[in-house]
């Protein structure tokens, strides 16, 4: 390669470059070193402390995935918390659910909200100014912890845990205790686990797992994968009713959901339905072994990072 | 990253570097320039052209996906046929069958099979020096042309087609012919089908498919995340039955077959087994429509290429 | 590294990166492929097709070498011919000269000169409204057939010669026997000369010295070290006058004239001085070598280029 | 790019990559990573901390300019100090000199001495046999503090001064007072000084030059383009003789000493004589403005590092 690229270093050892024509801002925020660069394989990306977070080709796998089977395996979603989410894709994913009346979205970063309205618009679509929503510039876990206000859903959009970030407080039993206590009776919780893939699922994927598990009744996890983040991401939905069951929905049933619910119906996705919904859920081998070996609890004093 | 790595360019615009500690060989054979590398994050690497083909670390779920659901779904495959596969690993998972009594390797370049014998003992795990292998030095299409000797299964290991390259004409309609004419009744072919991700599945992944079903009476295609290729794989089984649906045979038919076919049973495989098996035909929408629509025949007038 | 970095390959086996912060331009005009980027180790830099032509931080060591030894050594220079040079660098130097009545600019790429009016302001600091400044788009080799005028220094600001590009006519023994016919009495010629370091210079370094010396009496090289080419560079001074010597002018003589002819004088130069000048012709034994044993005479016939 | 390379971090925003074949010695030894590596661009190269010191192709520039200059001004040395030189191309240059009797060459790291020896054969080309040859594994300064023997000439052959390596103490006030008392009369010191290019010359450079002053009563520095450093480099000589004047030896004068005290004469040599003596200690206007304005002096409370 030649001229001028993005490299993001994966890890120590391994490190991906692309090639850019556009560096749309730089600039470290409070919290966080911002980047949006117009890059030729990912078309235009958000970039936070070095780590691809969202490419205009293939965001949509990321934010199908997050968003639309917690809230199709919830009967009747009205109020959705988001921590995190500043570029405002999950926003415009929610914001498809006709049952939705209110979403909640806490963000620390300012800068990071103000300059995803500004340059990713292809990614929010305008979620912004629907009426719906409610921006707020705070700490997740402060903001919860400071209000009592319930939700049927809560979505964590967060940057990986990752030493002296802002998120990494976000991944804690801690946590995800004060989440269970701010959803309404048969809520659940969703959040991005982080890789997931066959040689790097025991980083944190199958560590945050475990966590929700000694927190809520039922956890399930599933990965797919994001190839802008050159690997496979993981999803773990926690609920707060025993019988939850996502992972047995039928392929008819999230696709009559599809239609009842979300506006314009199966129109309006591009990689969700209910086919790929009636296989995500199994897991290679040597993953679902790990899984269930897994023991690891992620706690405040005893914080778990990707290396 | 600093210190020695070794970059693959994946396209003209994105490229990976790995951190390495050994050049074991570098070397320009007839047919290709041939690395073997000690990588930190994937481990010893067989490297053909500049493109990764096999790592320690994760070349166990390509092979398994190569080998077991084609040889699975075949009532009682004695016989088979490689095209490529110099590394030997493929062979080492044919070798587990206890049906399998002969397999004939056609592979084009002998320095790259001397140098996997040598370097990638891991890989092939000693399977050069099973009675039931016969190894020709050859190209696998004209081979195929001179003999008429038939077989139940044929698997193509081979490179992705890229232009004036050896595979380039083993992922024709004439070769898928000449194929089909050395399979015994009932017999399948199982072909690598290059990247197969959902920004990546319509360069060749599609193409192929619709190639072999302009030859055979069924094809089914699937793709899984393999890490060192930094995007999903595809596969695509073609069978000479109408009948053959391997993509709905039951996680329990499947883990009946590991047991009594595979020598050692599930204990032998790291990443395949009924349950992943009962989800991974699934595909997200999008490939979905990409592969309905799909026109393209490859032909030898008219090759195609991963750019 | 990691972030955004503009990578420039040096040769097939040599490459360097350099943190940027801004892409200001990237087109391929008719002839080449122009970027503009800030970069952090250079400031600004000028790169076309790949390869840095001009950094904020270090242009100033080019443009002294290539226009005030040459420009100090003729007796009285009013009219200068640049060939190339449409960065603007090259006419900034020279119009500080306060003999210089007119200078006619040559360069085949209309692109090139508005990108750099609009972004390299440093380099040209204004120059493009000296009113003693012509700037004519078209092949300075054309131009030169095509025009009977004279000048007292012809100045060759070109890209190094790389096949296939513009510049690879204008390093030939018949372009610089064109250019010889349109000097005046005295005059001289001055062309940037391509890598001259201790491991670089045989590439075309001593062949241009060789073929400039096959047309004109007199020919004297030296070399300087730029920063951000990651290299030293070659210039050489061609005479029609066979006693010219400009590796022997004294420090006292050059500090003179750069106070007599240069607009504020010694104020005006940052590298460029008397005691420069006196070490600077002297090249180390192995270059000094190479040069002697130089035979290659480059002819349209026989082109020489940089690997 | 693609391939094998080896990266070097020049600095935060600046890097530079080669092509290599071959990883001879990977090692983190006590006191540094080890390696050493065949590139295609500079030959077989030692690389400490990820920073290249010494390529086949270059190293010759390199180590005449150490070694040769501050041999020849000296009017009879016959005993050498050398404070680091692990890879022993200084070693192979200081034993050219006929006067040489005996050489105490004092490194740290044991492990760089026994990699050199095994594998820079070109480098050390046999010194290490050289009866006049005493190598001791010890701190340069340690030793200098715990041993009375003086020498004529002490070599500072040490990797530059950077953050936590064993060599930031070798650069201070303090080691030089160490140096000068152990140095008899009209004996010299040696040092090389890091980058000094026209835009790196004030990092550490300048500040060496300035603590030598504070402590010898005259200092002579000079730089030359090494290009496998892709910057030029500095030296320094101190001198305990005021009168002491290397500069302004003329070309006569070090071409007759090289043939009298040299083996094999000018023969020996590659890139030094008489005439690239006669230029190489005029520096560019801007690096003698800022070493005439330099006040740095390093000492052990205030350390100096390349950034």
Redesign the interface.
């Known amino acids: 390669?030649?001229?001028?690229?993005?490299?993001?270093?994966i890890?120590?050892?391994?490190?991906?470059?692309?090639?850019?024509?556009?560096?749309y801002h730089?600039r470290k925020s409070k919290f966080q070193?911002i980047?949006v660069?117009e890059?030729?394989?990912w078309g235009k990306c958000l970039?936070l402390d070095?780590h691809l977070q969202s490419s205009e080709?293939?965001e949509f796998?990321y934010h199908e995935n997050l968003v639309h089977p917690v809230l199709l395996s919830h009967p009747n979603p009205k109020t959705v918390f988001i921590g995190g989410g500043g570029e405002g894709s999950t926003l415009r994913e929610i914001l498809r659910h006709k049952t939705v009346e209110k979403v909640v979205m806490v963000d620390i970063d300012a800068e990071c909200v103000d300059v995803s309205k500004k340059f990713l618009v292809h990614h929010h679509a305008g979620a912004y100014e629907d009426p719906r929503v409610h921006v707020i510039i705070d700490d997740a876990k402060a903001w919860l912890e400071n209000n009592d206000e319930k939700f049927d859903i809560i979505v964590q959009d967060l940057c990986d845990p990752v030493d002296d970030t802002p998120s990494q407080l976000l991944y804690t039993q801690k946590y995800y205790e004060t989440c269970k206590s701010r959803l309404n009776p048969g809520g659940s919780l969703v959040t991005q686990g982080g890789p997931a893939?066959?040689?790097?699922h025991s980083m944190v994927f199958t560590a945050i797992h475990c966590t929700l598990a000694s927190v809520f009744p039922r956890v399930q996890s599933w990965k797919t994968?994001i190839?802008s983040y050159?690997?496979?991401w993981g999803w773990s939905i926690a609920s707060t009713n025993a019988d939850f069951d996502v992972a047995n929905m039928s392929a008819a049933q999230i696709d009559k959901l599809i239609e009842e619910r979300i506006k314009n119906g199966a129109e309006a996705?591009?990689?969700?339905?209910g086919?790929?919904h009636?296989?995500?859920?199994?897991?290679?081998?040597?993953i679902?072994k790990t899984l269930e070996a897994e023991k690891r609890v992620i706690t405040e004093d005893n914080l778990l990072f990707i290396p």
Do not use: C
């Open positions: 390669m030649e001229g001028p690229v993005f490299i993001e270093n890890s120590d050892s391994f490190s991906v470059s692309s090639g850019i024509t556009q560096v730089t070193t980047h660069v890059t030729i394989p970039i070095g080709r293939d796998v893939g066959v040689t790097s994968a190839p050159v690997d496979e996705l591009k990689w969700y339905d086919e790929i009636s296989g995500m859920y199994k897991l290679p081998k040597n679902r």
